[in-house]
């Protein structure tokens, strides 16, 4: 929620809090408002997931199968 100096508050709509995430803009929320909302506010920021996974994927590619690092 956005809160204004006056002490008064805006809700995020799903969008915009999906965009926050950085979910696609076609991505389908399908629930209840309610149950949307606490599912993108629980998840992972989409870009940084596949941040995280690229990273550990290369770093998985680097280790040989006697676990030493080529």
């Known amino acids: 929620m956005l809160a204004h100096p006056n002490g008064t508050v805006r809700y995020f709509t799903m969008r915009e809090a999906a965009?926050?995430?950085?979910f696609p803009d076609d991505f389908l929320f399908t629930s209840s408002w309610t149950e949307t909302m606490r599912q993108i506010g629980n998840a992972v920021p989409v870009e940084l997931a596949e941040v995280v996974g690229k990273s550990v994927l290369k770093q998985l590619q680097t280790v040989r199968h006697d676990g030493y690092i080529q």
């Open 19 to 22: 965009r926050l995430q950085t």
